[in-house]
């Protein structure tokens, strides 16, 4: 991304609850782990956190701020992730001190919730991307390891196929993506369900999901939209069945790997 395309948050959200509403929903984007259950504005003594999940890398707390992130809301993280027993807890912000980077490190070698700063960006095209300034040192051990636990279901599916690519570690196994036309598509995978999504990003976002979704008629496919002041998505429900139904793993692959190369196809060939 461009520096001098970056634009602040407060020109694209009108607040920071606005900020939170939008990402809640996509909390893949942050890149710490798989949490499903989210409530926005969660009770937390006589306080509200911004953000709290849960899923199977445990209790996921967020807070987030515009602009310069500052002690304040780190000590408000703190106390919301000790209260929640939380196993993840993240700060957001545009920028962040040093000293602030410095100290979340080291609260990281010593404690068994991982702390992440991560910086979140905009550009003038209304596209929001997250940067991990600070997190726990393991997972950046764990990425460099060449015995890392990679997951069982998408193995068959990365080795061959439209979809082939690197082993998914564990931690990362929620979904796999594959760009078409400036589509992004994820063939996702959930506890008790799995669906293929596709999301769009940017100021047109919207008049982009339309365009697409001629291309897939209601009486053959079934959908449902989903959007935020800064993410749209299409969802294409395949099995109600998920990682827990292990015996069905195979028509969960299939049926995923199936759909998935139709609307992929589909995008590709279109003139959309």
Excluded at 190 to 199: A, E, G, L, V
Aim: proline share 2%; net charge negative.
């Amino acid at each position: 991304m461009n520096l001098e395309q970056l634009i602040p948050l407060s020109k694209v959200y009108s607040s920071e609850e606005e900020f939170s509403d939008d990402f809640a929903d996509n909390l893949d984007a942050l890149n710490v782990g798989m949490f499903e259950d989210v409530e926005r504005e969660a009770n937390v003594g006589s306080r509200r956190a911004d953000i709290v999940a849960v899923g199977e890398n445990g209790t996921l707390v967020v807070e987030n701020q515009f602009g310069n992130a500052d002690w304040d809301h780190w000590g408000r993280l703190e106390a919301y992730a000790r209260l929640k027993e939380a196993t993840v807890a993240v700060l957001v912000a545009e920028n962040f001190e040093e000293l602030m980077i410095t100290t979340c490190n080291l609260r990281n070698e010593d404690s068994e919730i991982d702390w992440y700063l991560i910086q979140a960006q905009v550009n003038s095209h209304e596209e929001l991307s997250f940067h991990h300034l600070a997190r726990p040192a393991r997972d950046i051990q764990v990425e460099r390891r060449s015995d890392i636990e990679h997951s069982e279901f998408w193995t068959p599916i990365r080795r061959d196929g439209l979809f082939k690519g690197k082993p998914v570690p564990v931690i990362h196994e929620r979904f796999i993506q594959k760009r078409v036309r400036s589509v992004v598509l994820s063939l996702t995978l959930n506890n008790r369900k799995c669906h293929i999504q596709m999301s769009f990003q940017g100021a047109n976002r919207v008049e982009r999901r339309n365009a697409i979704l001629e291309l897939f008629s209601k009486s053959e496919y079934e959908y449902y939209c989903s959007e935020s002041s800064q993410f749209v998505s299409v969802i294409f429900p395949v099995l109600n069945k998920g990682k827990e139904d292990r015996e069905d793993w195979d028509e969960m692959r299939e049926k995923l790997v199936a759909m998935g190369t139709d609307i992929y196809t589909k995008i590709k060939e279109s003139d959309v």
